[in-house]
């Protein structure tokens, strides 16, 4: 079973950016399509990014299309979402999640994830 850590979550100002880690372990990290979900206060959690097992391919939610790019390093069982240009909406926490799958098509269902981090805070003030 895979275990997910996230880390660099934090508070920055309007504008400024971030790069979130999400150490993966106890699996083939390279077996995995990875992404990022996000959960604002009270509301529900949504996707963010997704990223197949190769990293060859990419889908991004559209309120982050342009400003977020997820990659991964496979030699070093690490997910990364770096976000730039951040706003005040994307405060949350946000969340790694893996699912096991070689394909290429990657899925925004947060039911198609079965291993989740714990999750790191973002905040972005005005």
């Known amino acids: 079973q895979v275990q997910l850590v996230e880390s660099g979550g934090g508070l920055v100002q309007a504008g400024g950016s971030l790069r979130l880690s999400c150490a993966a372990s106890g699996g083939t990290f390279n077996s995995f399509a990875m992404g990022w979900f996000r959960q604002a206060p009270g509301k529900e959690r949504e996707f963010v990014a997704g990223?197949?097992?190769?990293?060859?391919?990419?889908y991004y939610a559209d309120s982050v299309k342009g400003r977020f790019a997820i990659s991964r390093d496979n030699a070093k069982n690490t997910l990364y979402l770096e976000s730039n240009s951040l706003k005040p909406k994307d405060t949350a926490v946000y969340y790694c999640?893996?699912?096991?799958?070689?394909?290429?098509?990657?899925?925004?269902?947060?039911?198609?994830?079965?291993?989740w981090g714990q999750g790191t805070q973002v905040t972005v003030s005005s």
């Open positions: 999640a893996a699912r096991e799958y070689r394909g290429s098509t990657i899925v925004s269902s947060l039911a198609r994830y079965p291993y």
């Open positions: 990223i197949n097992w190769s990293g060859g391919s990419t």
